[in-house]
């Protein structure tokens, strides 16, 4: 199914048809701040694993997620003094902030050194249904930027991809905060002099 979704005022009514698909652990593609994103909720297990199969990933290497605010990153990772100044002073926005995971996290999503990525993308669409749906998204690339082409390339693979405009794809920035230490592990959109 091709939602179209309005991108600067998204209707409560089609946020609320994405999370009964999210809630029903179906795959959703929706639009970020940076790209195209493949998402479930973050506790369907199956859903996961469908999005590992599909992206054709090695389990290892465990996907980014998408929270809602500040607050609700600090249920999921262990978020000290310096790490949330910088979060506040960049979310939402182009950033993924690697930051060790809390016992909530599925372990599934958990890298050796239990760490996490973590988003908070400036993206009303993508806020909208984090918000509405309470559970994190996991959050993954979609190498195109066009709706239509997205929805005939990926509508076997997926119960819905969302129309929020064309997104030009560019990753990213990922900064480390382990151990309270920022290190720009890859530059991506987004400023970085602040770190």
Same mark, same amino acid.
């Given at each position: ?9 998204? %209707? ?20 970020? +701040? ?37 607050? +609700?990153?600090?249920?999921?990772? %262990? ?83 969302? +129309? ?28 970085? +002099?602040?770190?």
């Amino acid at each position: 199914m091709l939602l179209s979704i309005n991108p600067d005022n998204p %209707q409560k009514r089609l946020i609320d048809k994405v999370v009964q698909v999210l809630d029903q652990g179906g795959l959703i593609i929706y639009p970020t +701040d940076t790209f195209y994103g493949i998402g479930c909720d973050l506790f369907q297990k199956k859903s996961i694993q469908r999005i590992y199969h599909l992206k054709r990933r090695p389990l290892a290497k465990p996907f980014s997620f998408v929270c809602a605010n500040l607050k +609700d990153i600090s249920l999921y990772a %262990q978020v000290s003094n310096h790490a949330y100044r910088i979060m506040k002073r960049s979310l939402p926005g182009p950033y993924t902030f690697i930051l060790e995971g809390t016992r909530l996290v599925p372990k599934l999503m958990l890298t050796r050194r239990r760490t996490v990525g973590i988003r908070v993308p400036n993206n009303k669409i993508c806020l909208s249904i984090v918000k509405n749906l309470g559970r994190p998204i996991i959050s993954t690339s979609v190498p195109l930027d066009e709706p239509s082409v997205i929805h005939d390339t990926y509508s076997s693979s997926v119960e819905m991809v969302i +129309d929020g405009g064309v997104i030009s794809y560019e990753p990213s920035t990922v900064v480390s905060l382990i151990d309270d230490r920022a290190e720009v592990i890859r530059e991506g959109k987004g400023e970085i +002099d602040f770190i």
